[in-house]
């Protein structure tokens, strides 16, 4: 059963920064995308980031220059680190892993409405 872990969260200032976390376990895909989705309420689902096994990564135009999406295969852990924070980047941010063949990972992240998600983690960043 897929389990979908996130973290680090938090509240800051509008300019700083965050590292958020994903743990994933669960399955076994020949090969993966990972990505980054974010919902405050009253908005639409946002997807924010994704990255394929091979470490193509795609981002929303709203984040680009300012996010970076990475991750560890090893500990089968992605990453999001957000600098540049702006009070519109308050949400909820989910993360998920589904299997991809390599090279698709920009048509996928055009899939993020569909994207299952864990707990979420909360970033607030005020002006």
């Known amino acids: 059963q897929l389990e979908l872990v996130e973290s680090g969260g938090g509240s800051v200032q509008s300019g700083g920064s965050l590292k958020l976390s994903c743990m994933t376990s669960?399955?076994?895909?020949?090969?993966?995308?990972m990505g980054w989705f974010r919902q405050a309420p009253g908005n639409e689902r946002e997807g924010v980031a994704a990255?394929?096994?091979?470490?193509?990564?795609t981002y929303a135009d709203s984040v680009k220059g300012r996010f970076t999406i990475s991750q560890d295969n090893a500990k089968s852990t992605v990453y999001l680190q957000m600098n540049s924070l702006k009070p519109e980047d308050t949400a909820m941010y989910y993360c998920t892993v589904e299997y991809c063949p390599l090279g698709t990972v920009r048509r996928w992240f055009q899939s993020f409405r569909s994207w299952y998600g864990g707990q979420g983690t909360q970033v607030t960043v005020s002006s």
């Open positions: 669960g399955y076994s895909f020949s090969t993966h995308c």
């Open positions: 990255i394929d096994s091979d470490g193509a990564t």
